[in-house]
């Protein structure tokens, strides 16, 4: 699920701000950009991330300011470095040269006065800090977000266990179809020969082929995920998961029942409830 989160903390000798995005996605994908003197702190931070985000893309944006107040200071022998080489590239590629914003963004150029010298100890504490914060404004705001989205899909979940319903009333006629079918198919075969229908024959096969039709077990298992599914969209833990696969399954057995029906209206069903489990994939996708 998309959402945002800042936070800030303080010490006596440094000032640090953290914002976090995430972006939808199937599963966690964590890129940061901390400044070249915290570096050491990337691993803390996507423990961090990963322990309380489990699906989404996650972009972390980390800053350090000395608590004195001091302002940030240019490194100009850095971005004269940088300035050559990449006007020096930008002629090789028939390129626009670099402008000073550009430069400015490039590693090592923009410092903080003393942050070149930052104590790791020191400074771990504050940064732990400001990140938790900036966690804890990404879940609150994902929280909302998982609760509007909960709601739809519950509503589509309910759309698919009234369809199933509908197959389920008109499976119960499916034996007694197929049996008059079967006979009349037999009797039209058998005047055309002369011949006469044996009725022990004619009932073997309409249980053969009753049997080969029969959605019960399909229908039983159908109504058990859906079930589960609203069980689990009701819970706060992370379900994403599991609704991806009981998204799966559920399709597989709607595949099944088409293919076992032959049935007009059974597979008009099963083509809608296909087109809303679909809709209730793709949202889940999304889901923590």
Same mark, same amino acid.
């Given at each position: 699920?998309?959402?945002?989160?800042?936070?800030?903390?303080?010490?006596?000798?440094?000032?640090?701000?953290?914002?976090?995005?995430?972006?939808?996605?199937?599963?966690?994908? *964590?890129?940061?950009?901390?400044? &070249?003197?915290?570096?050491?702190?990337?691993?803390?931070?996507?423990?961090?991330?990963?322990?309380?985000?489990?699906?989404?893309?996650?972009?972390?944006?980390?800053? *350090?300011? =000395?608590?004195?107040?001091?302002?940030?200071?240019?490194?100009?022998?850095?971005?004269?470095?940088?300035?050559?080489?990449?006007? @020096?590239?930008?002629?090789?590629?028939?390129?626009?040269?670099?402008?000073?914003?550009?430069?400015?963004?490039?590693?090592?150029?923009?410092?903080?006065?003393?942050?070149? %010298?930052?104590?790791?100890? &020191?400074?771990?504490?504050?940064?732990?800090?400001?990140?938790?914060?900036?966690?804890?404004?990404?879940? =609150?705001?994902?929280?909302?977000?998982?609760?509007?989205?909960?709601? #739809?899909?519950?509503?589509?979940?309910?759309?698919?266990?009234?369809?199933?319903? =509908?197959?389920? %009333?008109?499976?119960?006629?499916?034996? &007694?179809?197929?049996?008059?079918?079967?006979?009349?198919?037999?009797?039209?075969?058998?005047?055309?020969?002369?011949?006469?229908? #044996?009725?022990?024959?004619?009932? %073997?096969?309409?249980?053969?082929?009753?049997?080969?039709? +029969?959605?019960?077990?399909?229908?039983?298992?159908? @109504?058990?995920?859906?079930?589960?599914?609203?069980?689990?969209? %009701?819970?706060?833990?992370?379900?994403?998961?599991?609704?991806?696969?009981? =998204?799966?399954?559920?399709?597989?057995?709607?595949?099944?029942?088409?293919?076992?029906?032959?049935?007009? +209206?059974?597979?008009?069903?099963?083509?809608?409830?296909?087109?809303?489990?679909?809709?209730?994939?793709?949202?889940?996708?999304?889901?923590?």
């Amino acid at each position: 699920m998309s959402g945002h989160g800042v936070g800030e903390a303080t010490s006596e000798r440094y000032r640090v701000s953290a914002e976090v995005r995430t972006v939808n996605h199937r599963f966690c994908r *964590v890129s940061m950009r901390l400044p &070249a003197e915290i570096g050491f702190f990337e691993d803390t931070a996507r423990r961090m991330i990963q322990s309380r985000v489990q699906r989404g893309k996650v972009d972390l944006s980390l800053t *350090v300011q =000395s608590a004195t107040g001091t302002a940030a200071r240019v490194d100009h022998g850095v971005a004269a470095a940088w300035m050559k080489e990449l006007t @020096g590239l930008a002629e090789e590629l028939g390129a626009e040269p670099p402008s000073l914003p550009d430069v400015l963004a490039l590693p090592g150029v923009v410092l903080s006065n003393g942050m070149e %010298q930052v104590d790791p100890d &020191a400074i771990a504490p504050t940064l732990g800090e400001a990140l938790g914060a900036a966690l804890d404004g990404l879940e =609150s705001m994902r929280s909302r977000e998982g609760e509007h989205l909960a709601g #739809d899909l519950v509503a589509r979940v309910q759309t698919v266990a009234g369809g199933l319903e =509908s197959i389920r %009333q008109a499976s119960r006629e499916l034996p &007694a179809r197929t049996r008059d079918q079967l006979r009349q198919r037999i009797e039209d075969l058998l005047a055309e020969s002369g011949r006469e229908i #044996d009725p022990d024959r004619l009932l %073997q096969e309409a249980a053969y082929h009753a049997e080969r039709a +029969d959605i019960t077990e399909e229908i039983v298992r159908l @109504g058990s995920h859906l079930e589960k599914m609203r069980g689990l969209l %009701q819970s706060s833990d992370a379900v994403g998961r599991t609704l991806e696969f009981l =998204s799966q399954e559920i399709h597989r057995e709607l595949s099944t029942i088409g293919a076992k029906t032959k049935e007009l +209206d059974i597979a008009e069903l099963v083509v809608d409830l296909k087109s809303e489990l679909e809709r209730i994939r793709e949202q889940v996708q999304n889901i923590e």
